[in-house]
């Protein structure tokens, strides 16, 4: 068990600490965008005047409805796939940033995008699909990657 967990939280270090800070900063503003902005959306996190008078259900109870039209395995299950959706985005953007268990929140990132973008966004031409697939690139090399020399799992992989 020891063995798998180093595999997932061991990064890949670059040649020097400046490409590791330029591959963190990516990382670190992509998944706080993806947080805060794409993510506590969905969770009804009250952004506008408007939606401060609005309970939780109500601001998110349109996401739920957005994925049953998806369709298939989607319409069986829309709250459950709408809460890992919003909880991939939300949380896996966190730890996206901080580099803290990168692989896993990238895997879960990966999955949410690749949906976003051939069940929701794909009708919408290329600006449509651009934050979902920016998201998508960046979560791709990070699944590779991992948070590299600044990111928790460094700190974590040394002390394992």
Not at 7 to 25: E, M, N, R, S
Not at 44 to 51: A, F, L, S, V
Not at 125 to 143: E, H, I, K, Q, S
Request: proline residues 4%; glycine residues 10%; positive net charge.
């Amino acid at each position: 068990m020891r063995a798998v967990l180093k595999l997932l939280i061991t990064p890949v270090l670059q040649k020097h600490w400046v490409l590791d800070l330029h591959f963190a900063i990516i990382r670190f503003i992509c998944g706080m965008l993806l947080a805060l902005d794409f993510g506590a959306s969905k969770f009804g996190m009250p952004w506008t005047p408007d939606d401060r008078n609005l309970s939780l259900f109500e601001v998110s109870a349109w996401f739920p409805e957005d994925v049953a039209n998806y369709g298939g395995i989607f319409a069986l299950f829309p709250v459950f796939f709408a809460w890992m959706g919003a909880f991939s985005e939300a949380v896996g953007g966190l730890l996206l940033a901080f580099g803290l268990k990168t692989r896993v929140a990238s895997f879960l990132v990966v999955c949410t995008m690749l949906v976003a973008i051939f069940m929701q966004k794909w009708g919408q031409g290329t600006w449509g699909m651009l934050p979902a697939m920016g998201f998508l690139w960046v979560a791709t090399y990070n699944l590779y990657l991992g948070s590299g020399r600044f990111g928790l799992d460094y700190l974590l992989s040394k002390k394992i």
